[in-house]
């Protein structure tokens, strides 16, 4: 029986602040290289990725990194650094603000970081793991930022660590369809999925936290408390009836724009199914309506957004304003400044900066949606925009609904009554 306890209980660490659950034992008992442990919201699995970080902080030279799509989830006060410095503050273990790290006696560090754009990866390249962590996995919605984070996981021959790849989610979010396709249907001796339910985790109010869900819509409500890894549903910001589809404009366009989202990415073995660009035609009319009139999509390198956006934009007319939303980093700066300066010199080239996540800047244009303000112009493109725009926030894309919303953006605040010719798009 002592031996079979000692199998079965995993290595302990002084700085967990409780024991584990019975499901956060298995996530940290199971030698598989990669484990997943997901499904219902509040089953314990923050509390399992920081113990499992912490798991071999008395070894000298461990190194442990959790990362998340951005840093201001991780500091959210029920995220991840604000509930280390709840287990850590009265130990011996330091922390760096600038670094955002906590070292320990043993020269252990634990990191916290973030992937949130496609080149962030390449902060880490130099750095080496024995843990890494990923918070809510299914909100990373490229599989090979994920795949990437493999390189950086190694040891020295002397180091009597196990090296891991640990990650926790709700079954919902953008990255959502390739999560359940690595852990949960597909299968491999070095990959585990650990379900998680509410009953797992005694430490929560289960009742207080049940009436919590309830305000959510049915679909969201369902994958949340019951771990349901099932087909995605409809989102609940959208819905395809809200969009009436018509063969001509109605009314005199006031004003109009072509937003472009730069979100492309060649399909590739390692990523079959990337990002689009899209750039999106859209009119305010004088029937206080906002018309979708075109959308052009594609996933493409460098060269081939730059001859898209161009193409398009002799199309349009100069006569119709361009916008790029322009991401952090000096990459898409650097790309935008070209396209302004170069392709598109003699057209009206504006920018307009992504301030807040994507399903608060899409609110606005879904409340005109809601009021069956938002019309489309017929056209071979609607289905696949009707698709992405109903399983928003929960699809496993949202390109379309960023360039949508930010053209509405745009118009709402740089409003141009004086303009008068249509687009040739229009009227061809």
Do not use: C
Not at 122 to 146: N, P, V
Not at 303 to 319: H, W
């Amino acid at each position: 029986m002592a031996r079979l306890r000692e199998l079965t209980t995993p290595k302990s660490s002084p700085y967990w602040l409780h024991r584990p659950t019975p499901k956060q034992a298995a996530f940290l008992l199971v030698p598989h290289r990669e484990v997943l442990f997901g499904g219902a919201a509040g089953g314990g699995k923050s509390d399992a990725l920081l113990m499992g970080a912490l798991q071999y902080v008395d070894h000298s030279g461990y190194s442990a990194l959790i990362l998340r799509t951005t840093l201001t989830a991780m500091k959210l006060s029920d995220g991840l650094i604000p509930r280390s410095h709840e287990w850590l503050e009265e130990t011996p273990a330091v922390w760096s603000q600038q670094d955002k790290q906590w070292t320990f006696p043993s020269g252990a560090t634990l990191k916290f970081g973030y992937l949130e754009n496609e080149k962030d990866k390449y902060r880490y390249s130099s750095s080496a793991f024995q843990f890494i962590g990923f918070e809510e996995l299914t909100e990373f919605k490229r599989e090979t930022d994920y795949r990437f984070l493999f390189s950086r996981l190694r040891r020295t021959k002397d180091m009597d660590v196990p090296l891991r790849m640990r990650a926790t989610t709700n079954p919902i979010g953008p990255g959502f369809e390739w999560v359940r396709r690595r852990f949960v249907d597909g299968e491999s001796p070095n990959r585990l999925f650990i379900p998680s339910t509410l009953e797992d985790n005694p430490y929560l109010d289960t009742e207080e936290y049940l009436e919590s869900l309830g305000e959510l819509d049915p679909a969201t409500k369902k994958k949340l408390e019951n771990g349901d890894w099932g087909d995605l549903e409809q989102g609940d910001l959208f819905a395809k009836p809200m969009f009436p589809v018509r063969d001509r404009v109605e009314g005199q366009i006031e004003a109009i724009v072509r937003f472009w989202d730069f979100a492309a990415t060649p399909v590739s073995d390692n990523n079959p199914d990337p990002d689009w660009l899209v750039g999106t035609l859209i009119a305010k009319t004088t029937r206080e309506r906002w018309w979708i009139l075109d959308v052009e999509r594609g996933r493409y390198g460098p060269d081939g957004v730059e001859k898209t956006i161009e193409d398009t934009a002799k199309v349009d007319g100069r006569n119709i304003p361009i916008v790029f939303e322009l991401e952090g980093g000096s990459q898409s700066k650097i790309a935008t400044h070209q396209l302004a300066t170069r392709t598109l010199a003699g057209w009206d080239v504006h920018t307009q900066t992504a301030s807040k996540d994507k399903t608060t800047r899409a609110l606005p244009f879904a409340s005109q949606a809601r009021q069956r303000n938002v019309w489309l112009l017929r056209g071979g493109w609607n289905d696949d925009w009707l698709d992405e725009l109903s399983g928003f926030p929960n699809g496993a894309h949202d390109d379309q609904v960023d360039s949508a919303s930010g053209g509405f953006a745009y118009l709402v605040t740089e409003y141009k009554p004086d303009f008068q010719q249509p687009p040739r798009r229009v009227i061809r």
